[in-house]
Protein backbone atom coordinates (compact mmCIF):
# COMPACT_ATOMS: atom_id res chain seq x y z
CA UNK A 1 0.00 0.00 0.00
CA UNK A 2 1.77 2.96 -1.30
CA UNK A 3 0.10 5.30 0.99
CA UNK A 4 1.12 3.41 3.75
CA UNK A 5 4.33 3.75 2.77
CA UNK A 6 4.62 7.66 2.81
CA UNK A 7 2.88 7.56 6.25
CA UNK A 8 6.28 5.67 7.76
CA UNK A 9 8.60 7.29 5.90
CA UNK A 10 11.30 6.12 4.08
CA UNK A 11 13.08 4.19 6.28
CA UNK A 12 10.11 2.03 7.34
CA UNK A 13 10.08 1.28 3.28
CA UNK A 14 13.71 0.44 3.66
CA UNK A 15 12.75 -2.99 6.15
CA UNK A 16 10.06 -3.69 3.68
CA UNK A 17 11.66 -6.84 2.53
CA UNK A 18 13.84 -7.63 5.40
CA UNK A 19 13.75 -11.32 6.19
CA UNK A 20 11.87 -11.54 9.98
CA UNK A 21 14.45 -13.16 11.98
CA UNK A 22 16.88 -12.23 15.02
CA UNK A 23 19.83 -9.66 13.99
CA UNK A 24 18.81 -9.63 10.58
CA UNK A 25 21.09 -6.76 8.89
CA UNK A 26 19.50 -3.70 8.35
CA UNK A 27 20.53 -1.51 5.25
CA UNK A 28 21.19 1.88 7.57
CA UNK A 29 21.30 0.63 10.80
CA UNK A 30 21.91 3.42 13.32
CA UNK A 31 23.00 1.29 16.41
CA UNK A 32 24.80 -1.80 16.36
CA UNK A 33 25.32 -4.06 19.30
CA UNK A 34 27.14 -7.59 19.21
CA UNK A 35 27.45 -9.96 21.96
CA UNK A 36 26.65 -7.74 24.77
CA UNK A 37 26.48 -9.97 27.97
CA UNK A 38 25.67 -8.81 31.34
CA UNK A 39 25.16 -11.39 34.12
CA UNK A 40 24.58 -10.57 37.83
CA UNK A 41 25.72 -13.46 40.19
CA UNK A 42 24.83 -16.22 38.32
CA UNK A 43 22.17 -14.72 36.64
CA UNK A 44 22.31 -13.77 32.56
CA UNK A 45 20.05 -10.93 32.68
CA UNK A 46 21.56 -10.37 28.86
CA UNK A 47 23.01 -11.66 26.27
CA UNK A 48 22.71 -10.58 23.03
CA UNK A 49 24.70 -11.71 20.37
CA UNK A 50 23.52 -9.38 17.17
CA UNK A 51 21.10 -6.19 17.10
CA UNK A 52 20.71 -3.78 14.48
CA UNK A 53 18.43 -0.55 14.53
CA UNK A 54 17.45 0.46 11.70
CA UNK A 55 17.81 4.86 11.29
CA UNK A 56 14.82 6.85 11.13
CA UNK A 57 12.68 4.19 12.09
CA UNK A 58 10.38 3.57 15.48
CA UNK A 59 11.61 0.39 17.13
CA UNK A 60 9.56 -1.82 19.75
CA UNK A 61 11.67 -3.34 22.38
CA UNK A 62 8.99 -6.06 23.68
CA UNK A 63 9.12 -9.31 26.02
CA UNK A 64 7.78 -10.48 29.30
CA UNK A 65 8.73 -9.06 32.69
CA UNK A 66 12.56 -9.66 33.47
CA UNK A 67 13.29 -10.27 29.59
CA UNK A 68 16.39 -7.70 30.08
CA UNK A 69 15.10 -5.01 28.17
CA UNK A 70 15.84 -2.33 31.13
CA UNK A 71 19.06 -3.52 31.46
CA UNK A 72 19.85 -3.65 27.85
CA UNK A 73 19.06 0.04 27.55
CA UNK A 74 21.22 0.53 30.58
CA UNK A 75 23.99 -0.96 28.84
CA UNK A 76 23.54 0.48 25.48
CA UNK A 77 23.13 4.09 27.05
CA UNK A 78 26.23 3.62 29.88
CA UNK A 79 24.27 3.11 32.66
CA UNK A 80 25.28 0.13 33.40
CA UNK A 81 28.64 -1.87 32.15
CA UNK A 82 28.48 -5.61 30.54
CA UNK A 83 30.66 -8.37 30.95
CA UNK A 84 31.90 -8.69 27.52
CA UNK A 85 30.72 -7.16 23.95
CA UNK A 86 30.65 -4.22 21.54
CA UNK A 87 28.23 -1.91 20.59
CA UNK A 88 28.30 1.10 18.05
CA UNK A 89 25.92 4.10 17.10
CA UNK A 90 26.49 5.72 14.06
CA UNK A 91 29.76 3.41 13.05
CA UNK A 92 31.67 4.94 16.91
CA UNK A 93 32.79 2.52 19.31
CA UNK A 94 30.11 3.25 22.69
CA UNK A 95 31.62 0.27 24.90
CA UNK A 96 33.32 1.71 27.71
CA UNK A 97 32.42 4.92 27.05
CA UNK A 98 30.61 6.67 30.14
CA UNK A 99 26.48 7.75 30.41
CA UNK A 100 26.93 11.60 29.73
CA UNK A 101 29.15 11.21 26.79
CA UNK A 102 26.66 9.21 25.37
CA UNK A 103 24.15 11.97 25.37
CA UNK A 104 26.22 14.49 24.15
CA UNK A 105 26.61 12.01 20.88
CA UNK A 106 23.13 12.14 20.56
CA UNK A 107 21.28 8.76 22.02
CA UNK A 108 19.57 10.16 24.82
CA UNK A 109 17.32 7.97 27.01
CA UNK A 110 14.02 8.35 29.23
CA UNK A 111 13.32 6.43 31.97
CA UNK A 112 10.64 3.58 33.12
CA UNK A 113 10.52 5.45 36.76
CA UNK A 114 9.93 9.25 35.65
CA UNK A 115 12.74 11.10 37.13
CA UNK A 116 11.31 14.98 36.62
CA UNK A 117 13.32 17.11 38.91
CA UNK A 118 10.47 17.78 41.72
CA UNK A 119 11.94 21.38 43.17
CA UNK A 120 12.71 22.74 40.00
CA UNK A 121 10.37 24.40 37.19
CA UNK A 122 9.04 22.94 34.31
CA UNK A 123 11.13 25.63 32.45
CA UNK A 124 14.86 24.56 34.40
CA UNK A 125 14.16 21.03 33.33
CA UNK A 126 13.97 21.66 30.04
CA UNK A 127 16.90 24.70 30.41
CA UNK A 128 19.07 21.98 31.95
CA UNK A 129 18.95 19.68 28.95
CA UNK A 130 20.34 21.57 26.10
CA UNK A 131 24.22 20.87 25.40
CA UNK A 132 27.18 23.10 24.83
CA UNK A 133 26.21 25.36 27.20
CA UNK A 134 28.64 28.17 28.26
CA UNK A 135 27.13 29.36 31.64
CA UNK A 136 27.51 25.74 32.80
CA UNK A 137 31.37 26.22 33.76
CA UNK A 138 32.54 27.32 36.90
CA UNK A 139 33.99 30.65 35.78
CA UNK A 140 31.78 31.49 33.04
CA UNK A 141 29.29 31.23 35.18
CA UNK A 142 29.83 34.01 37.30
CA UNK A 143 29.70 36.99 34.17
CA UNK A 144 25.57 36.45 33.37
CA UNK A 145 26.72 38.88 30.00
CA UNK A 146 28.87 35.51 28.82
CA UNK A 147 25.98 33.17 29.06
CA UNK A 148 22.85 34.99 28.83
CA UNK A 149 22.57 35.36 25.46
CA UNK A 150 22.51 31.74 24.40
CA UNK A 151 20.25 31.55 27.26
CA UNK A 152 17.77 33.56 25.61
CA UNK A 153 17.97 30.81 22.84
CA UNK A 154 17.64 27.99 24.87
CA UNK A 155 14.05 29.95 26.65
CA UNK A 156 12.98 29.98 23.04
CA UNK A 157 13.28 26.37 21.85
CA UNK A 158 12.04 25.22 25.54
CA UNK A 159 9.09 27.18 25.09
CA UNK A 160 8.50 25.94 21.69
CA UNK A 161 8.97 22.27 22.88
CA UNK A 162 6.22 23.23 25.90
CA UNK A 163 3.97 24.13 23.69
CA UNK A 164 3.96 21.30 21.37
CA UNK A 165 3.85 19.21 24.25
CA UNK A 166 1.25 21.23 26.39
CA UNK A 167 3.00 21.99 29.28
CA UNK A 168 3.39 25.92 28.35
CA UNK A 169 0.94 26.78 30.87
CA UNK A 170 3.05 24.52 34.05
CA UNK A 171 6.36 26.57 32.56
CA UNK A 172 7.00 28.09 36.15
CA UNK A 173 5.32 25.46 38.27
CA UNK A 174 7.74 22.81 39.97
CA UNK A 175 7.90 20.08 38.05
CA UNK A 176 7.11 17.95 41.29
CA UNK A 177 3.41 19.44 41.15
CA UNK A 178 3.11 17.69 37.43
CA UNK A 179 0.64 14.63 36.87
CA UNK A 180 2.04 11.42 36.18
CA UNK A 181 1.01 11.65 32.52
CA UNK A 182 2.76 15.33 32.25
CA UNK A 183 5.94 14.24 33.81
CA UNK A 184 5.91 11.31 31.13
CA UNK A 185 5.68 14.48 28.80
CA UNK A 186 8.09 16.56 30.33
CA UNK A 187 11.14 14.05 30.07
CA UNK A 188 10.08 13.93 26.66
CA UNK A 189 10.19 17.28 25.98
CA UNK A 190 13.14 17.30 28.19
CA UNK A 191 14.82 14.76 26.16
CA UNK A 192 14.42 16.42 22.71
CA UNK A 193 16.09 19.56 24.42
CA UNK A 194 19.42 17.58 23.64
CA UNK A 195 18.85 17.31 20.18
CA UNK A 196 19.59 13.65 19.82
CA UNK A 197 19.31 11.80 17.00
CA UNK A 198 18.76 8.39 18.67
CA UNK A 199 15.71 8.34 21.27
CA UNK A 200 15.03 5.54 23.49
CA UNK A 201 12.01 5.88 25.88
CA UNK A 202 11.81 3.02 28.37
CA UNK A 203 8.14 2.07 28.76
CA UNK A 204 7.09 5.78 27.85
CA UNK A 205 3.18 4.84 28.64
CA UNK A 206 3.31 3.24 31.93
CA UNK A 207 1.22 4.89 34.21
CA UNK A 208 -0.09 7.12 31.65
CA UNK A 209 -3.98 7.67 31.45
CA UNK A 210 -6.23 6.26 28.25
CA UNK A 211 -6.89 9.90 27.90
CA UNK A 212 -2.76 11.07 27.13
CA UNK A 213 -2.33 8.11 25.50
CA UNK A 214 -3.29 9.21 21.94
CA UNK A 215 -1.09 12.63 22.36
CA UNK A 216 1.94 10.87 23.61
CA UNK A 217 1.74 8.09 20.83
CA UNK A 218 1.61 11.19 18.68
CA UNK A 219 4.23 12.53 20.10
CA UNK A 220 6.44 9.73 19.72
CA UNK A 221 5.47 9.44 15.52
CA UNK A 222 6.03 13.59 15.80
CA UNK A 223 9.68 12.42 16.21
CA UNK A 224 10.19 9.85 13.29
CA UNK A 225 8.56 12.77 11.58
CA UNK A 226 11.12 15.05 12.24
CA UNK A 227 14.04 12.22 11.06
CA UNK A 228 14.94 10.68 14.44
CA UNK A 229 14.75 7.13 15.30
CA UNK A 230 13.53 6.32 18.45
CA UNK A 231 13.49 2.49 20.24
CA UNK A 232 11.12 2.09 23.24
CA UNK A 233 10.46 -0.86 25.44
CA UNK A 234 6.74 -1.01 25.99
CA UNK A 235 3.90 -3.45 27.43
CA UNK A 236 1.24 -2.17 25.78
CA UNK A 237 0.66 -4.16 22.49
CA UNK A 238 -1.52 -1.95 21.13
CA UNK A 239 0.64 1.02 20.95
CA UNK A 240 3.56 -1.28 19.52
CA UNK A 241 1.30 -2.26 16.92
CA UNK A 242 0.05 1.24 16.52
CA UNK A 243 3.34 2.93 15.89
CA UNK A 244 6.24 1.02 15.30
CA UNK A 245 7.91 0.09 11.76
CA UNK A 246 10.01 -2.87 13.17
CA UNK A 247 9.72 -5.14 16.52
CA UNK A 248 12.79 -7.13 18.17
CA UNK A 249 11.35 -9.43 21.40
CA UNK A 250 13.21 -10.22 23.41
CA UNK A 251 12.75 -13.37 26.40
CA UNK A 252 15.07 -14.34 28.89
CA UNK A 253 18.32 -11.77 28.39
CA UNK A 254 17.77 -13.13 24.32
CA UNK A 255 16.51 -11.63 21.21
CA UNK A 256 14.37 -14.38 20.20
CA UNK A 257 12.50 -12.52 17.34
CA UNK A 258 12.44 -9.13 15.59
CA UNK A 259 10.27 -8.60 12.74
CA UNK A 260 7.40 -6.19 11.68
CA UNK A 261 5.07 -5.85 13.95
CA UNK A 262 1.92 -8.08 12.35
CA UNK A 263 4.87 -10.84 11.97
CA UNK A 264 6.21 -10.90 15.01
CA UNK A 265 2.68 -11.00 16.72
CA UNK A 266 1.84 -13.95 15.05
CA UNK A 267 4.76 -15.61 16.12
CA UNK A 268 5.01 -18.79 17.80
CA UNK A 269 8.25 -18.27 19.83
CA UNK A 270 6.51 -14.33 20.73
CA UNK A 271 3.32 -16.20 22.31
CA UNK A 272 5.75 -19.26 23.99
CA UNK A 273 7.48 -15.97 25.52
CA UNK A 274 4.87 -13.97 26.76
CA UNK A 275 2.62 -17.16 28.21
CA UNK A 276 4.37 -19.73 28.03
CA UNK A 277 3.70 -23.05 25.61
CA UNK A 278 0.77 -24.79 25.51
CA UNK A 279 -1.42 -22.02 26.80
CA UNK A 280 -4.31 -22.26 25.03
CA UNK A 281 -4.06 -25.63 23.67
CA UNK A 282 -8.02 -26.82 24.26
CA UNK A 283 -8.62 -29.65 26.42
CA UNK A 284 -9.25 -32.87 24.54
CA UNK A 285 -12.19 -34.54 25.75
CA UNK A 286 -10.31 -37.74 27.31
CA UNK A 287 -8.05 -35.49 29.01
CA UNK A 288 -11.51 -33.63 30.52
CA UNK A 289 -12.40 -37.13 31.84
CA UNK A 290 -8.67 -37.90 33.50
CA UNK A 291 -8.67 -34.45 35.33
CA UNK A 292 -12.66 -35.03 36.68
CA UNK A 293 -12.05 -38.51 37.66
CA UNK A 294 -8.87 -37.79 39.32
CA UNK A 295 -10.79 -35.12 41.26
CA UNK A 296 -13.78 -37.26 41.95
CA UNK A 297 -11.30 -40.18 43.64
CA UNK A 298 -9.31 -36.97 45.57
CA UNK A 299 -12.68 -36.31 47.20
CA UNK A 300 -13.71 -39.86 48.07
CA UNK A 301 -10.37 -40.34 49.73
CA UNK A 302 -11.25 -37.24 51.83
CA UNK A 303 -14.71 -38.85 52.90
CA UNK A 304 -13.26 -41.99 53.75
CA UNK B 1 17.85 38.43 87.41
CA UNK B 2 19.68 41.33 85.27
CA UNK B 3 18.17 40.86 81.97
CA UNK B 4 20.15 43.72 80.61
CA UNK B 5 23.04 41.58 81.28
CA UNK B 6 21.31 38.66 79.56
CA UNK B 7 20.49 41.37 76.41
CA UNK B 8 24.21 42.38 76.45
CA UNK B 9 25.69 39.44 76.18
CA UNK B 10 23.46 38.41 73.25
CA UNK B 11 23.85 41.60 71.41
CA UNK B 12 27.26 40.89 71.58
CA UNK B 13 27.28 37.28 70.40
CA UNK B 14 25.25 38.08 67.66
CA UNK B 15 28.45 38.99 65.05
CA UNK B 16 31.09 37.64 67.31
CA UNK B 17 33.36 35.23 66.27
CA UNK B 18 31.61 31.68 67.01
CA UNK B 19 28.83 33.45 64.74
CA UNK B 20 31.48 34.13 62.19
CA UNK B 21 33.47 30.85 61.74
CA UNK B 22 29.69 28.52 62.24
CA UNK B 23 28.36 31.10 59.18
CA UNK B 24 31.24 30.35 56.39
CA UNK B 25 31.46 26.51 57.64
CA UNK B 26 27.59 26.70 57.12
CA UNK B 27 27.71 28.29 53.85
CA UNK B 28 30.38 25.73 52.33
CA UNK B 29 28.03 23.12 53.97
CA UNK B 30 25.09 25.03 51.90
CA UNK B 31 26.55 24.51 48.73
CA UNK B 32 26.91 20.35 49.45
CA UNK B 33 24.09 19.57 50.81
CA UNK B 34 21.56 22.45 50.17
CA UNK B 35 22.08 22.85 46.39
CA UNK B 36 24.06 19.66 45.31
CA UNK B 37 22.46 17.09 47.57
CA UNK B 38 26.16 15.86 48.75
CA UNK B 39 26.24 14.44 52.87
CA UNK B 40 29.17 15.99 53.55
CA UNK B 41 29.58 14.85 57.71
CA UNK B 42 33.01 16.17 57.99
CA UNK B 43 32.78 19.96 56.88
CA UNK B 44 35.32 19.95 60.16
CA UNK B 45 37.94 18.10 58.44
CA UNK B 46 38.00 21.48 55.63
CA UNK B 47 38.10 24.07 58.75
CA UNK B 48 41.09 22.00 60.29
CA UNK B 49 42.63 22.08 56.96
CA UNK B 50 42.82 26.00 56.85
CA UNK B 51 43.72 26.37 60.74
CA UNK B 52 46.45 23.86 59.92
CA UNK B 53 47.33 25.48 56.35
CA UNK B 54 47.89 29.16 58.27
CA UNK B 55 49.37 27.59 61.72
CA UNK B 56 51.92 25.09 60.37
CA UNK B 57 52.25 27.30 57.58
CA UNK B 58 53.42 30.21 59.52
CA UNK B 59 55.14 28.48 62.36
CA UNK B 60 56.89 25.24 60.75
CA UNK B 61 57.20 26.06 57.24
CA UNK B 62 57.85 29.37 57.91
CA UNK B 63 55.71 30.87 55.35
CA UNK B 64 55.00 34.25 54.87
CA UNK B 65 50.95 34.69 56.26
CA UNK B 66 49.66 35.26 52.85
CA UNK B 67 51.70 32.19 51.31
CA UNK B 68 50.48 30.16 54.24
CA UNK B 69 46.61 30.80 53.58
CA UNK B 70 46.94 29.14 49.71
CA UNK B 71 48.08 26.80 51.52
CA UNK B 72 45.01 26.29 53.77
CA UNK B 73 43.06 26.78 50.88
CA UNK B 74 45.36 24.04 48.78
CA UNK B 75 44.70 21.61 51.33
CA UNK B 76 41.07 22.05 51.50
CA UNK B 77 41.20 21.53 47.85
CA UNK B 78 42.93 18.61 48.17
CA UNK B 79 40.76 17.13 50.53
CA UNK B 80 37.80 17.35 48.33
CA UNK B 81 40.05 16.03 45.91
CA UNK B 82 40.79 12.76 47.76
CA UNK B 83 37.95 12.02 49.36
CA UNK B 84 35.66 12.51 46.29
CA UNK B 85 37.67 10.63 43.17
CA UNK B 86 36.81 7.40 44.94
CA UNK B 87 33.66 8.17 46.87
CA UNK B 88 31.76 10.75 44.34
CA UNK B 89 30.67 7.67 41.76
CA UNK B 90 28.93 5.98 44.55
CA UNK B 91 26.09 6.23 46.48
CA UNK B 92 25.61 9.25 48.24
CA UNK B 93 25.77 7.66 52.04
CA UNK B 94 29.01 6.73 50.93
CA UNK B 95 30.24 10.16 50.93
CA UNK B 96 28.79 10.62 54.03
CA UNK B 97 30.31 7.46 55.60
CA UNK B 98 34.07 8.91 54.19
CA UNK B 99 33.75 12.33 55.16
CA UNK B 100 32.77 11.72 58.77
CA UNK B 101 35.51 8.85 58.89
CA UNK B 102 38.37 11.39 57.24
CA UNK B 103 37.62 14.25 59.83
CA UNK B 104 38.21 12.00 63.28
CA UNK B 105 41.17 10.90 61.01
CA UNK B 106 42.45 14.18 60.35
CA UNK B 107 42.13 15.19 63.89
CA UNK B 108 43.51 12.27 65.53
CA UNK B 109 46.24 12.86 63.32
CA UNK B 110 47.36 16.56 63.45
CA UNK B 111 47.17 15.62 67.70
CA UNK B 112 49.19 12.64 67.75
CA UNK B 113 52.98 12.68 68.90
CA UNK B 114 54.27 11.39 65.61
CA UNK B 115 53.94 14.76 64.24
CA UNK B 116 54.49 17.07 67.18
CA UNK B 117 56.76 18.87 65.40
CA UNK B 118 54.44 20.03 62.16
CA UNK B 119 50.95 20.47 63.80
CA UNK B 120 52.03 20.68 67.65
CA UNK B 121 50.58 16.95 68.78
CA UNK B 122 47.77 17.62 71.31
CA UNK B 123 48.52 21.06 72.38
CA UNK B 124 48.25 22.52 69.13
CA UNK B 125 50.11 25.20 67.92
CA UNK B 126 50.30 29.41 68.30
CA UNK B 127 51.90 32.29 67.50
CA UNK B 128 50.82 32.33 63.85
CA UNK B 129 48.63 35.27 64.32
CA UNK B 130 50.58 37.72 63.76
CA UNK B 131 51.03 38.46 60.25
CA UNK B 132 47.17 38.45 60.17
CA UNK B 133 47.09 41.36 62.83
CA UNK B 134 49.97 43.35 62.11
CA UNK B 135 47.39 44.40 59.19
CA UNK B 136 44.85 45.81 61.18
CA UNK B 137 44.23 49.65 60.41
CA UNK B 138 42.47 50.41 63.72
CA UNK B 139 44.06 52.09 66.09
CA UNK B 140 43.71 50.70 70.00
CA UNK B 141 40.72 51.14 71.86
CA UNK B 142 37.33 49.69 71.82
CA UNK B 143 34.81 49.67 68.41
CA UNK B 144 31.68 48.84 67.67
CA UNK B 145 27.86 50.03 68.90
CA UNK B 146 26.87 49.68 72.31
CA UNK B 147 27.29 45.68 73.60
CA UNK B 148 28.57 45.07 70.61
CA UNK B 149 31.69 46.54 71.19
CA UNK B 150 34.94 44.55 70.39
CA UNK B 151 38.31 45.41 70.77
CA UNK B 152 40.50 46.86 68.03
CA UNK B 153 42.14 43.63 66.85
CA UNK B 154 38.81 41.55 67.25
CA UNK B 155 37.21 43.91 65.50
CA UNK B 156 39.92 43.67 62.66
CA UNK B 157 38.56 40.01 62.54
CA UNK B 158 34.85 40.27 62.52
CA UNK B 159 35.38 42.87 59.91
CA UNK B 160 37.35 40.87 57.79
CA UNK B 161 35.50 37.91 58.61
CA UNK B 162 32.14 39.34 57.32
CA UNK B 163 33.47 40.62 54.36
CA UNK B 164 34.34 37.24 53.17
CA UNK B 165 31.04 36.43 54.31
CA UNK B 166 28.96 38.59 52.40
CA UNK B 167 31.65 37.50 49.14
CA UNK B 168 30.82 34.36 49.61
CA UNK B 169 27.28 34.67 49.88
CA UNK B 170 27.63 36.82 46.70
CA UNK B 171 29.39 34.16 44.74
CA UNK B 172 26.80 31.64 45.90
CA UNK B 173 24.12 33.73 44.93
CA UNK B 174 26.01 34.39 41.27
CA UNK B 175 27.23 31.00 40.68
CA UNK B 176 23.47 29.28 42.16
CA UNK B 177 21.31 31.38 39.47
CA UNK B 178 23.56 30.62 36.67
CA UNK B 179 23.45 27.19 34.49
CA UNK B 180 25.82 25.79 36.55
CA UNK B 181 23.85 25.75 39.37
CA UNK B 182 20.97 24.71 37.50
CA UNK B 183 23.32 21.51 36.89
CA UNK B 184 23.94 21.00 40.79
CA UNK B 185 20.84 21.89 41.96
CA UNK B 186 19.57 19.06 38.99
CA UNK B 187 21.83 16.56 40.74
CA UNK B 188 20.86 16.97 44.05
CA UNK B 189 16.95 16.33 42.75
CA UNK B 190 18.24 13.17 40.20
CA UNK B 191 21.90 12.47 39.63
CA UNK B 192 20.82 9.77 36.29
CA UNK B 193 18.53 12.09 34.85
CA UNK B 194 20.82 14.77 34.71
CA UNK B 195 23.46 12.22 33.48
CA UNK B 196 21.00 11.13 30.68
CA UNK B 197 20.86 14.87 29.18
CA UNK B 198 24.50 14.62 28.94
CA UNK B 199 26.53 16.55 32.36
CA UNK B 200 29.53 15.58 33.80
CA UNK B 201 27.75 14.50 37.20
CA UNK B 202 30.94 13.53 38.87
CA UNK B 203 32.25 16.79 37.81
CA UNK B 204 30.42 18.58 38.95
CA UNK B 205 30.16 17.06 42.07
CA UNK B 206 33.80 17.30 42.43
CA UNK B 207 33.70 21.09 41.29
CA UNK B 208 30.83 21.12 44.40
CA UNK B 209 32.67 19.94 47.00
CA UNK B 210 36.42 21.42 46.41
CA UNK B 211 34.16 25.31 46.52
CA UNK B 212 31.99 24.46 49.64
CA UNK B 213 35.50 22.82 50.69
CA UNK B 214 36.89 26.05 50.51
CA UNK B 215 34.79 27.72 52.25
CA UNK B 216 35.21 25.24 55.06
CA UNK B 217 38.74 26.24 55.29
CA UNK B 218 37.97 29.94 55.28
CA UNK B 219 36.15 28.92 58.61
CA UNK B 220 38.97 27.52 59.57
CA UNK B 221 40.90 30.60 59.24
CA UNK B 222 38.70 32.78 61.08
CA UNK B 223 38.92 29.86 64.02
CA UNK B 224 42.48 29.95 64.18
CA UNK B 225 42.89 33.53 64.24
CA UNK B 226 39.89 34.43 66.28
CA UNK B 227 41.83 32.22 68.87
CA UNK B 228 45.35 32.91 68.07
CA UNK B 229 45.96 29.32 68.11
CA UNK B 230 44.85 25.78 66.72
CA UNK B 231 44.08 22.94 68.70
CA UNK B 232 43.07 19.60 68.15
CA UNK B 233 40.18 18.80 69.58
CA UNK B 234 38.49 21.54 69.00
CA UNK B 235 38.02 20.54 64.89
CA UNK B 236 35.80 17.30 66.37
CA UNK B 237 32.61 16.24 65.15
CA UNK B 238 30.20 18.84 66.86
CA UNK B 239 31.72 21.61 64.90
CA UNK B 240 30.30 19.66 61.70
CA UNK B 241 26.84 18.90 63.25
CA UNK B 242 26.77 22.53 64.73
CA UNK B 243 27.44 23.62 61.00
CA UNK B 244 24.08 21.23 59.51
CA UNK B 245 22.34 22.58 62.96
CA UNK B 246 22.58 26.35 61.55
CA UNK B 247 22.26 26.09 57.61
CA UNK B 248 19.15 23.96 58.82
CA UNK B 249 17.73 26.33 61.05
CA UNK B 250 18.10 29.01 57.78
CA UNK B 251 16.99 27.16 55.26
CA UNK B 252 18.87 24.84 53.32
CA UNK B 253 19.33 26.32 49.15
CA UNK B 254 18.89 29.32 50.21
CA UNK B 255 21.67 32.16 49.80
CA UNK B 256 20.93 33.62 53.20
CA UNK B 257 19.89 30.59 54.55
CA UNK B 258 23.26 29.50 56.25
CA UNK B 259 24.40 32.90 57.63
CA UNK B 260 21.20 34.03 59.98
CA UNK B 261 21.32 30.39 60.73
CA UNK B 262 24.28 30.83 62.38
CA UNK B 263 23.88 34.14 63.70
CA UNK B 264 20.66 32.78 65.71
CA UNK B 265 21.84 29.81 66.50
CA UNK B 266 25.12 31.01 68.11
CA UNK B 267 22.96 33.49 69.47
CA UNK B 268 20.70 31.57 70.83
CA UNK B 269 22.68 29.25 72.25
CA UNK B 270 24.40 32.48 74.79
CA UNK B 271 20.71 33.77 75.41
CA UNK B 272 20.21 30.74 77.03
CA UNK B 273 23.62 30.04 78.69
CA UNK B 274 23.18 33.66 80.24
CA UNK B 275 19.46 32.71 81.08
CA UNK B 276 20.40 30.05 83.16
CA UNK B 277 23.35 31.93 84.69
CA UNK B 278 21.14 34.82 85.50
CA UNK B 279 18.25 32.44 86.84
CA UNK B 280 21.09 30.51 89.14
CA UNK B 281 22.09 33.41 90.21
CA UNK B 282 19.05 34.95 91.29
CA UNK B 283 18.23 31.56 93.05
CA UNK B 284 15.24 30.67 90.69
CA UNK B 285 17.13 27.38 90.13
CA UNK B 286 18.64 25.30 92.91
CA UNK B 287 21.77 23.28 92.49
CA UNK B 288 19.62 20.20 93.10
CA UNK B 289 17.81 20.62 89.94
CA UNK B 290 21.54 22.33 87.64
CA UNK B 291 24.41 22.82 89.13
CA UNK B 292 26.69 25.75 87.25
CA UNK B 293 29.07 23.18 85.92
CA UNK B 294 26.14 21.84 83.69
CA UNK B 295 24.83 25.20 82.62
CA UNK B 296 27.60 24.75 79.40
CA UNK B 297 25.40 21.51 78.28
CA UNK B 298 22.26 22.31 79.24
CA UNK B 299 21.91 24.98 76.98
CA UNK B 300 22.59 22.62 74.20
CA UNK B 301 19.86 20.44 75.30
CA UNK B 302 16.99 23.16 75.34
CA UNK B 303 18.35 24.53 71.95
CA UNK B 304 17.85 21.16 70.76
CA UNK B 305 14.82 21.50 71.76
CA UNK B 306 14.04 24.51 70.02
CA UNK B 307 15.39 23.05 67.27
CA UNK B 308 13.08 19.93 67.13
CA UNK B 309 10.23 22.24 67.48
CA UNK B 310 11.33 23.96 64.67
CA UNK B 311 11.52 20.93 62.49
CA UNK B 312 8.26 20.14 63.43
CA UNK B 313 6.69 23.72 62.77
CA UNK B 314 8.63 24.76 59.97
CA UNK B 315 10.30 22.00 58.62
CA UNK B 316 11.50 24.14 55.37
CA UNK B 317 13.62 26.27 57.87
CA UNK B 318 13.64 30.17 58.30
CA UNK B 319 14.14 30.81 54.79
CA UNK B 320 12.55 27.47 52.91
CA UNK B 321 9.76 27.22 50.76
CA UNK B 322 7.13 25.23 52.04
CA UNK B 323 6.17 24.20 48.58
CA UNK B 324 9.35 22.58 47.64
CA UNK B 325 9.12 20.53 51.29
CA UNK B 326 5.66 19.40 49.92
CA UNK B 327 6.67 17.96 46.95
CA UNK B 328 8.76 15.86 48.78
CA UNK B 329 5.73 13.81 50.04
CA UNK B 330 4.44 12.91 46.62
Known sequence: ?304 | MDFGVIFDRSVFALFADQSLILALAAIGLNVHFGYTGLLNFGQVGFAAMGAYGIASGVTYLELPFGVSLLLGIALAVLLALLLGVPTLRLRADYLAIVTIASSEVIRLTARSAEFREQTGGSSGLGGFAQGFYDLNPFGPGSYGIGPASYDSNRFFLLVVGWTLVVLCSLLVFLLMRSPWGRVLRGIREDEDAVRSLGKNVVGYKMQSLILGGVFGAFSGFAFALANSSVQPDNYGTQFTFLAFAAMILGGAGRVIGPVVGAILFQTLLVLVENVLIEAKGAGYISDAVLSGNDIGAVRFVLVGVVLMALMIFRPQGLFGDKKELALDAR
Not at chain 1, 44 to 62: C, F, K, M, N, S
Not at chain 1, 197 to 206: I, K, Q, R
Open chain 1, 1 to 304: MPADVTKTGAGAAALAGLEARPGVPKPDPILVADGVVRRFGGLTAVEVDHLEVQRGVITALIGPNGAGKTTFFNLLTGFDKPDEGTWAFEGKDLAGVPAYRVARRGMVRTFQLTKALSKMTVLDNMRLGATGQRGESFFRALVPGVWSGQQRGIDERARDLLVRFKLDAKASDFAGSLSGGQRKLLEMARALMVEPTLVMLDEPMAGVNPALTQSLLGHVKDLREQGMTVLFVEHDMDMVRDISDWVVVMAQGRVVAEGPPDVVMADPAVIDAYLGAHHDAPLSAEEEQAQLSAAEAELEGGHA
